[in-house]
Structures are given as C-alpha cells and as structure tokens.
C-alpha cells in the first residue's frame, strides 16, 4: 500500500474543516489553554517557508496541549490594515480592501494545506469595520481616562472634573501634560467649556499635541522609529525627515514603572525583557533648573549624576528643542538654521546609534550655573534629542564619553571633579566611588553623599529637586494613511469630541485617490462624505458642515499597532456571540489571557509594549481582569534562504563563472533560486526567457567553466527582492505538509535562524516513507494484536519519556530525531503490535498530523487522533532486568553472557564457570582467580 500523501493530506483537511475538530469551547470542564501567534499581514506575495515556523512550532504544543486533555484555544486572524496595501492601491487604483481580500484568501489557503489546528471560527481582520469598531471604542476609554498617581491607576476622567470641581487641580497627583497652570475650584467653575476641554486635554491617556514627528513626504506619512532603516523608510527607502505636527498622542509614559514590574511576573526569556527594560529606561536622579542669561527662559535638564554639577562646562540641546530660535543670538542664527535643516533629515534612531560621528553648533547664549553663577555655553548637537529626557543635558565632559568627545572637538573647557583621575580618552571608567574635588560643598564626598547635598542644595535654590525618570516616550497614534482605522472623532470650535459608541463603527469612506491632498491633507481629506451630523448621528456630506450641527470628522488613522494591542480578546469570544461586546465577561474570565505566546523578536518595543499598555488600562477600567496579555513568549528564529549570484563583469554585458572570477572586477548579482540544480549550475535560458528581466539577459554572454555555468552562494534572510524564496506550495506538492513541518523543526533549535536547503527535506520525506512501512505492506495494514515485545515496550517508552520532554521544553529538532531512533528500533524488532504503534501515532500526530491521522483511522478508530489521550510513560520498561556481561580471560575479553541483574555474586560465578565457552577456554586447567563485578564484568585469571 503505498504512502500517497498528497491525497491523504487534502482527505484530513476536509475532515477538519467539516468536523470542526478543532473548534474551541467557551464552556468545558476541561483546563483552558490558550496558544497564540502573532497574527500575519496578508501581503500579495503570500508565504515562503520561513513565514510558518513559529506557526508549526504553536501548533505542535497546541496539539500536544490537547492530547493532555485541555480546552485548547488556538485562533488565527490578520492583522489587514497597513502601509504595504496602501502603497500598492496608489500604484493601481485598487481599492485596499479588494487586495487585502485577495492576499486573505491566498494565506488562507496556504495555511490550511500545511495542516495547523486552527479555530477558525474565531478569525479576525482588523480590517472589518466589527472588528475596528471595538479599537475605536478602546480609543473612546482612554479618551476618557486619566492617570491618578495616588490609586496607581487610570480612572473615568469624570473622577478628574468632580476633583475640579471641588477642590481645582493643586492637589490633583496625575500624570500629565507638564507646566500646567493651577486653578481653585472656582476658577474651574468660571472657565468656558473650550478652556475646560482644553485642560481635560492636558489630562486625557490619549491626547492632541504637537510633538516631533518622522516625517516622509515620499509617502505622505508619520512613521514610527521601528518602521525607519538606516535614515529612511522601511516601506520603499524613502527620505524621512523630523517634523512638527499636531497629532493624537498615547500616555503610555504614565504606565512606565508598572510596565517595568510586570515584566517580573511574565515568563518570558532575559533577553526580551532586558529589550524592554532598556527601552522603558528607568533612571534615578535629579531634575536641574539653569536660567538663561539675558532671557527669562530657563533650561530643564535630568542627570542621574547631580553629584558632577560643578563639572559643567557646557550644555548641548537637541536641534528641536524649543528654545533653540529663541536664544539663538543674531550672529548664529544663519549657521544654527543650516544644522537644524541638516539634522532633520536623520532619525532618532540613527543618532541614537551613532556614537562616533561629533557634530553641533553653538548658539551665541549661555546659561548661568546655579552654584557658581559662571556663564556657561548653549550648543546643539544631534546626540541630543529632544523625545528623550528634556531634550537638553548639563554637558560633563570628565565623566561622560560623548560630552568628553565633543568637548575636545569644539575646543570646551574640560574642568576635572574627581579627586586623583586623570581625565584622557584612555581612561573613561566609572567613577562611582572616586571622591568629588573643585567642587565647593561636595568636596571631599563620594557619589551618595554628593548627589543627596546636591540636591537639596538644588531645592534649597528653588532650581532642582529629586526625580525619577523614564526614557520611554508617549506613543504617537496618528497616521496621514488611508488604510487604518478612523478615529470615532470630530471637531466643535476646533476641540477633539469623540462619538457616542452606540453609533460606531465609523467606517472608512471612498475617496478617489489614495493619496495627501494637494493642500498636504491625509487622504481622507479627498473624501466627499466625512462630516459627522449630531442629529442624526451619522456621517454626512462635507457640504453640509455648519459647525453647529454638522462638524468635520478626524482625517487621520489609527496607526497599524492600533488593532493589534487587543486582538488576542477578540479570540476569546466566539464569532456567533460577538455582537454588542469587544468581548464577554464570561469569556474573558474562562480564558484570561494568553498561555503561549509565539512571535518574532522585531515586535520586543513596538507591539508587546503597546499591548501590555492597552491591557493595563482595559484591566484599570474594569473591563478585563488580568495586568498582562502574555504569560509565556517565545521568539522563534529565522529561516535563512540560500542565495544564488552571478557575476557581470565590469562595464560589460558578459558573466563569469564563479570559479572564472578570481582576480576580476565583477559585480555579483542576485538570480532567482528556481533556476539553479543541486549542483549550483544555472539553468541559462531559463533566466534569459524570464519575462520579469525583459532584455536584461537576453543578449548577455555566460562565461562557462567545464561546459557550465557554476553560480555563488550565501546565506541571507529569506527575501524576495533576494530572489531566494522558497514557496511552500511547491514544497507540499513535492513532499507533502508533514515533510514541511517536521523538517522545519529539524533544521535546529526554535530560537536560532538556520539555513533552508530544500535538498535536506527528502531526508525527513524518506522517513515518513518508512513509518507507513511500519504500519502497512504491499497487502495493506499489517498491524495486529500482537503481544508487545519486552524491546516493543522499552523503545516506546522511552520515546515517550524523550517526546514529552521535548515538547514542554520546546525542543521539538530533537523529537524528529527520536522519531527516527525509534522506527528505525520498531522496523528492526519487526514491531506489529497494536498497543506499540497506536500509542506512536499520538506521539507524532503533533508534528505529523495527517499521516496520524491516515494510520489511526485504518488501526480502527473513529475519533481523529488530535483528541486521543497521551500515552503514558512508564519507567518500569526501561529499568533493564538483565546484563549482558564481558566474560574476559586474563583481561581478555572471549564472548559475552546475559545474566539476570538480581544474580548474587557466588550465582554469577557458578553460571559463567558452568558454561560451555568457558569450559572450552580453560580446556581443563584451574583458574588462579576468578573476578567478579555484578552488574559490569566477569575476569578469569590464570
């Protein structure tokens, strides 16, 4: 009989689809557990082979969850709003959402025919409008919240105007907006409502402000810090450049300490949480006033050193910095305008990173020391920026590397505050515990003592005080796109008002074009119908705004994060029961939040900092009951593809052979994989005929050596523009789903990237061949009710052992291997027992499901085998009961004697001198000495 995956595959598919085997219940008796992955973006290229292995890595647990007897939760979606999609409808003038469909149906596809237990009667799109519906009403709740410091939490922001109301804001402890004028309750009372909405503003967990942003006019977007490379755009490498815009902002700064202590309760790897950790920025130290001198501004700074305030000499403030124009002297204003000019077009991120380029200017004013009252210099310089801290620092070049470097390179003072180090580029370590000198009062104390002077010193001047400060900025959340979600948000007298949920959705409106406005607009302002009526509650014509009744709608979206920080509550409830509720209590009680969590690494900052952010304020607002959305994360690796080059010679149409290039001056280039043998031979006129290069390589000369064409090869990500993806749909036509999803696994660890060769699968291939000639021969199956055999039962349960392990530690590359070991035993000890092979075929049903379930059906079974207890080990069959032992003469060892293990001493020596073979060895003479070990070896001397 033999192994026809392909049809066995497509038969076990169906079967799951019709018999919703893996549909997930909201009310079982069983344990809950919830597996998840980050969800796809359905782009237009579908998937390549490194796309699932986190997805087979999910998959397998869930499988292996349910065998244990859980109530597995494992959903899937599509996280369908999004850039790419955007750019591609501006390219064709198709609508997103008829591309985003098309990509949908093809992921779909492709995911279903590599086997994954997915309930899909739970899918989300973030592109629904009942799916975006709820990420407008979770916009509404932080609209109305506010951070109270006291109860360490967010509250309904009508808790903030009863404590306006009554007592003003002087004693109000929240997190907000900075520089807020005081009020008395009576002033508050006075105030128009536009003054209030104005103040509430400054209060609101999601907020209007101008803040710098990344600007691309390329794509007429915001982007955020991870969506920029190397100074430009991720999405097309388009110039990005630091811009002013008022835009919608998150609190998230206001969740900093309690984003840094979940992180003690989640089981996820160091690394990830020192990601975040680092990225929260936690700092303890000091805030410092400096007054500018002939101005009446002043200059906020926060050091973590107050102990060095005697060792400034200058003070450096990001090119953004607000003050910049304004104590900028006449003689420096034209040099400072080209720096700023200069500057704006690098990231933060990339000024972040660079710590060898010095550059900055002086801006002609000096602030005044607040002990010594000395003028001390005003520079600007990128290494400063202005979303990090203050956007200013007190500049101490004896106990900082940067401030020391750009010291020396502009000519700065470098006054030296610590007693018996010689400040040199060679010598920058810390100096935590050398004592402070040339520093008046702090003389003589080391960094505890001096930093606690300091600041008191400071607030004894009204110029400092003691403060805790985080790196970590509040999140902008407006985008100039037209694919994301719309904000459930209009304007009376240019004041924010969001609409009542009952009325939401706010759908996305057509527009013509998906581009800004010639104004500079974002798309939506090209929409004919987006004014929102008060009356009627519905969206209306822009021509029948009358800023009375009728007010113009938000013509920003909601930036890709939006739906993806609460996505994995949508899961909880299922499809039927969705109406009227982002998700219910019951279900949100029943599955809580996340067991297993699998995604890549790129999301520790972005996503996961977001979602934990969202989840905190949903459980503060008394919507949910957890603190965190993941209790386990893993980070799976990456599939590395192999990429193929040939070589054009320089200034020519011609192309050497890899072994022809020594000593040329050739240019290598990338060439698709699907032209290229096992043997690295390039299949010339298949490129040549490739429509895709038009006339690149039609009249190229291929260079040969030994009468072929021999391309290069390096490993690389796995790219399309690198001409190195594999296709998983080839792969399962080829070899089947269960060869992909275990030789997946086999390529290495989870969490390490390894290198794809498609050469390497027959191996994993070969060895499903040879489990279905476990089970079956040319007349059909051949398992029977055999008795196991003592060897039957060791090697199965000491695969089980093995199995079980593997899969709660996720080492699943380790489990294909014992697979292996173990058909290999079964087909030597030519195993037909039923109890052996059944209880097999759950072993590897989560790494293999379909040729499990192929063989499960045929030993008798009815139910599929995802639902099969797992087998139980047994240590008893591994305990050995007898021992082999090395019968040696003179330290020779002659033949070998099994022995049962509970022999005594004195047993063992009547049994071995009694026996045939060492009668024959003695050939009557009488042994000296006769050595016995129980357990090891039997020696006969003499």
Not at 776 to 781: A, K, P, S, W
Request: with cysteine; aromatic share 12%.
């Amino acid at each position: 009989m033999m192994y026809n995956f392909n049809a066995i595959e497509k038969k076990w598919q169906d079967y799951w689809r019709d018999h919703k085997t893996f549909k997930a219940s909201n009310d079982s008796d069983k344990p809950k557990y919830y597996v998840l992955d980050m969800f796809p973006y359905p782009s237009g290229a579908g998937l390549h082979v490194g796309h699932p292995l986190g997805y087979i890595a999910s998959d397998i647990y869930a499988r292996y969850k349910r065998h244990k007897g859980f109530n597995v939760l494992h959903p899937q979606g599509y996280d369908s709003f999004g850039l790419p999609a955007e750019q591609y409808a501006i390219q064709t003038g198709q609508h997103p959402a008829v591309t985003t469909d098309a990509n949908i149906k093809t992921y779909r596809r492709q995911l279903d025919q590599i086997g994954f237990s997915f309930d899909w009667s739970r899918e989300v799109r973030t592109s629904n409008p009942e799916y975006y519906k709820w990420t407008q009403w979770i916009f509404i709740q932080l609209f109305e919240s506010w951070y109270n410091n006291d109860s360490n939490k967010a509250e309904d922001i009508k808790t903030l105007v009863s404590k306006f109301e009554v007592e003003g804001n002087i004693s109000v402890n929240a997190a907000c907006d900075e520089n807020i004028e005081s009020f008395t309750a009576e002033a508050w009372k006075a105030f128009s409502d536009v003054k209030k909405q104005e103040i509430l503003l400054k209060y609101r967990l999601t907020y209007l402000a101008e803040t710098e942003v990344n600007w691309c006019p390329a794509l007429g977007t915001v982007l955020a810090n991870d969506e920029i490379v190397n100074g430009v755009s991720e999405r097309g490498g388009h110039t990005v450049v630091r811009k002013k815009m008022t835009q919608w902002s998150m609190r998230i700064s206001a969740y900093a300490e309690r984003l840094l202590q979940g992180l003690e309760t989640v089981d996820w790897t160091d690394a990830l949480k020192d990601i975040q950790k680092n990225w929260i920025g936690k700092s303890v130290g000091a805030s410092v006033t400096f007054n500018v001198n002939s101005h009446d501004d002043i200059i906020e700074v926060f050091t973590t050193r107050p102990d060095t305030i005697f060792g400034v000499s200058f003070m450096t403030l990001a090119p953004e910095h607000e003050l910049v124009s304004k104590i900028t002297t006449p003689e420096q204003k034209e040099a400072v305008e080209a720096y700023i000019e200069k500057t704006a077009k690098r990231s933060e991120r990339d000024r972040m990173a660079d710590v060898k380029t010095i550059s900055g200017i002086f801006t002609g004013a000096y602030a005044e020391h607040p002990f010594s009252k000395e003028p001390i210099p005003i520079w600007i310089g990128d290494y400063v920026l202005a979303s990090y801290g203050t956007g200013a620092v007190m500049a101490v070049p004896c106990g900082d590397q940067r401030d020391y470097d750009f010291a020396k390179h502009f000519d700065i003072a470098i006054p030296n505050i610590f007693e018996g180090v010689d400040i040199s580029e060679e010598a920058f370590a810390s100096k935590a515990n050398v004592k402070i000198a040339n520093s008046d009062f702090l003389n003589g104390m080391n960094y505890k003592k001096a930093s606690k002077r300091a600041i008191y010193e400071l607030e004894q001047l009204k110029q400092g005080e003691g403060k805790t400060n985080y790196r970590l900025r509040d999140a902008v959340f407006s985008r100039q796109r037209y694919w994301g979600e719309p904000f459930p948000v209009y304007y009376v007298n240019d004041m924010p008002q969001t609409i009542d949920v009952e009325h939401l959705p706010i759908k996305l409106p057509e527009v013509e074009k998906y581009l800004p406005t010639e104004e500079g607009e974002p798309p939506l302002g090209r929409a004919d119908v987006w004014a929102w009526c008060t009356e009627t509650n519905a969206v209306v014509s822009n021509d029948k705004i009358n800023n009375t009744t009728i007010h113009p709608l938000e013509l920003n979206t909601m930036p890709g994060w939006a739906g993806s920080s609460w996505y994995f509550f949508r899961y909880m409830e299922e499809a039927t029961n969705r109406d009227g509720v982002f998700a219910s209590k019951d279900a949100l009680n029943y599955w809580e939040n996340v067991d297993l969590y699998i995604g890549g690494s790129e999301h520790a900052t972005g996503h996961l900092l977001y979602s934990r952010f969202w989840v905190k304020l949903l459980k503060d607002r008394g919507f949910v009951n957890v603190e965190e959305p993941f209790k386990k994360l893993i980070n799976q690796g990456m599939i590395l593809g192999t990429s193929a080059f040939i070589y054009r010679e320089e200034d020519t149409n011609t192309y050497l052979s890899k072994g022809l290039t020594e000593n040329k001056n050739v240019l290598p280039i990338h060439v698709k994989v699907q032209y290229i043998n096992a043997s690295d031979e390039l299949d010339i006129e298949g490129l040549k005929n490739d429509s895709e290069f038009g006339e690149d390589y039609a009249n190229a000369e291929f260079i040969l050596e030994d009468g072929v064409y021999k391309v290069g090869r390096d490993v690389e990500k796995m790219s399309k523009s690198k001409y190195n993806v594999v296709n998983p749909d080839d792969i399962v036509a080829d070899y089947g789903a269960d060869s992909l999803r275990l030789y997946e696994m086999f390529l290495g660890p989870l969490e390490q990237y390894k290198p794809w060769n498609t050469a390497g699968i027959t191996g994993v291939h070969n060895f499903l061949k040879k489990l279905w000639k476990l089970y079956t021969d040319d007349n059909g199956l051949k398992v029977n009710d055999a008795e196991p055999t003592k060897d039957n039962l060791k090697t199965l349960h000491k695969t089980i052992k093995k199995v079980e392990e593997d899969i709660e530690n996720f080492s699943f590359n380790t489990s294909v291997s014992t697979f292996m070991i173990a058909v290999n035993e079964l087909t030597a000890q030519k195993c037909t027992s039923k109890d052996i092979l059944e209880s097999l075929l759950i072993l590897i049903s989560p790494y293999a499901p379909h040729i499990a379930e192929e063989l499960w059906s045929q030993l008798g079974n009815d139910d599929s085998v995802s639902m099969a207890a797992f087998p139980i080990f047994e240590a008893s069959y591994l305990v050995e009961s007898s021992k082999n032992y090395p019968i040696s003469f003179n330290g020779k060892m002659r033949f070998t004697l099994e022995l049962p293990l509970d022999l005594s001493k004195d047993a063992i020596e009547k049994t071995v001198m009694a026996h045939e073979k060492t009668i024959a060895q003695l050939d009557g003479r009488t042994p000296k000495k006769i050595i016995v070990v129980p357990g090891k070896i039997v020696n006969i001397v003499g």
